[in-house]
């Protein structure tokens, strides 16, 4: 069974544009979550969607935002990047909603300059 | 607020010892607690995990032992293998609320040869 998949790996942008990361779930799974991982904060829980709703969001400004498509596959968009956004971007997938038994993509590395 | 954390940044042990990773959580209204290992360049990958009736639980070559009284966590890694290195992440989900996964901080675990 495939595992979660996230694009692109690596990303470079300037500060002020916008960005969209995609993830595939693993099949099956209707849970998407999105993490922020940075070496000052940590993991930080941005949000998740389970069957195309936003079930719960963490506190982060609304320049974060998400979405789910039909076939559980999601995507998370950062507008008017700022410096501080430069991060390693996760989503992790599961069967349940609320956080259990989750399993993480590989992430995405957005470098804004 | 919320927060889980961890009293030891980093450890080293040598191969083949044993390993024990902490952690302390702040929510006594966690039920549910998670331990995650990171291999560079990837996402976390689920070790074990253990529910608020329980005080230990073992897996191969992991043990985990909660504390509920003085909200502590570990970790213990058995005959510690040069692929053990990484970081680990207590994670907990709250019962009560919008439920959520909140990581600790992170524990980088090096084993020397």
């Known amino acids: 069974k495939a595992g979660v998949t996230q694009t692109p790996r690596y990303l470079i942008k300037t500060r002020g544009q916008q960005v969209t990361l995609s993830c595939s779930p693993i099949s099956g799974h209707r849970s998407v979550s999105w993490y922020q991982q940075t070496p000052g904060q940590g993991l930080q829980f941005l949000f998740e969607y389970f069957s195309e709703t936003q079930r719960n969001k963490g506190n982060f400004p609304g320049r974060f935002s998400g979405r789910q498509f039909s076939n559980s596959r999601s995507e998370m968009n950062v507008s008017t990047l700022e410096l501080g956004d430069s991060a390693l971007y996760l989503c992790a997938s599961s069967r349940r909603t609320g956080g259990y038994e989750q399993y993480f993509g590989p992430g995405t590395r957005l470098t804004v300059t | 607020g919320e927060s889980v954390g961890l009293h030891l940044p980093t450890l080293s042990v040598q191969e083949g010892d044993n390993s024990i990773i902490n952690c302390a959580y702040s929510?006594?209204?966690?039920?549910?607690f998670i331990w995650y290992k990171q291999e560079s360049g990837k996402g976390p990958q689920f070790i074990i995990d253990?529910?608020?009736?329980?005080d230990k639980r073992q897996g191969q070559r992991v043990t985990v032992l909660l504390n509920k009284t003085v909200k502590h966590l570990s970790l213990q890694i058995a005959a510690t293998q040069p692929g053990d290195s990484a970081v680990y992440f207590c994670a907990e989900i709250a019962v009560q609320g919008a439920q959520k996964l909140v990581f600790g901080q992170g524990t980088r675990l090096t084993i020397n040869p």
């Open positions: 929510n006594s209204a966690s039920d549910y």
């Open positions: 253990i529910r608020s009736n329980m």
